[in-house]
């Protein structure tokens, strides 16, 4: 079965680095796009862009364009979230989500990765 | 950025009766391929949110069949036919024309 399983909860001081990973299973890791949206405490969800798992090409929400960096692994069949310079906004939950084939929604999602941003 | 919105913001259903989402876009969604890109997804309690309807109305794997979505353009629809305990949680609707954004969520409560 298909299976997206997030790294551990983080801890991070203001303007520090997280990087998040995203193991997938059950399926061609290849073939769907990974996407990464978070969810701040209270609130709704926010789309932050997504990877190509095939050739790495990416597009970012503009609202993160030059602080978030998603990369991948195809060996490993992971996916990675890197959001630099933090402040305490950025203390969310952050979700990995498969990409359907044409356009067929995220069907898959992670558990979730807590990132709290703190002094 | 297409901006979504979602009425109503909270949504108490008396369990059996039929609930209704309304989402719109600045924008319209409906690529000339004749695909409106617009989702929707459910976030129960403490979960990760799951998807229900992609493309505007082509029901999700496993998806029960109460669930039902339609609209063009514009102006798109969630509707459960008979509301049951289990569909509690935050519904949102997400286009997908462009980068994705998601509209602010509707509560949905039982009575």
């Known amino acids: 079965q298909v299976q997206l399983v997030q790294s551990g909860a983080e801890v991070k001081k203001p303007g520090a680095s997280v990087k998040v990973s995203c193991r997938a299973s059950?399926?061609?890791?290849?073939?769907?796009?990974i996407h990464w949206v978070r969810q701040a405490p209270g609130h709704g969800l926010e789309w932050m862009g997504w990877?190509?798992?095939?050739?790495?090409?990416?597009e970012y929400s503009q609202k993160f364009q030059g602080r978030v960096t998603f990369t991948r692994d195809t060996s490993a069949s992971t996916a990675y979230m890197e959001l630099s310079s933090l402040i305490s906004e950025d203390t969310a939950v952050y979700y990995c989500?498969?990409?359907?084939?044409?356009?067929?929604?995220?069907?898959?999602w992670g558990q979730g990765t807590l990132v709290t941003v703190s002094s | 950025d297409i901006v979504m919105t979602q009425s109503p913001l909270s949504l108490p259903v008396t369990p059996g009766e039929p609930a209704s989402i309304s989402c719109r876009s600045n924008q319209s969604l409906l690529r000339s391929n004749g695909y409106n890109y617009l989702d929707w997804y459910l976030q129960k309690p403490g979960k990760s949110p799951h998807l229900l309807i992609y493309?505007?109305?082509n029901r999700a794997s496993g998806v029960p069949d109460r669930f039902s979505g339609s609209g063009s353009g514009s102006d798109f629809t969630l509707e459960i036919s008979r509301v049951e305990a289990e569909d509690v949680g935050v519904y949102y609707c997400m286009q997908a024309l462009q980068t994705r954004t998601f509209g602010q969520g509707t509560k949905l409560e039982i009575k």
């Open positions: 990877i190509n798992a095939e050739n790495g090409k990416t």
């Open positions: 989500a498969r990409g359907g084939i044409a356009a067929a929604g995220l069907g898959y």
């Open positions: 059950g399926y061609t890791f290849k073939t769907y796009a």
């Open positions: 493309l505007g109305s």
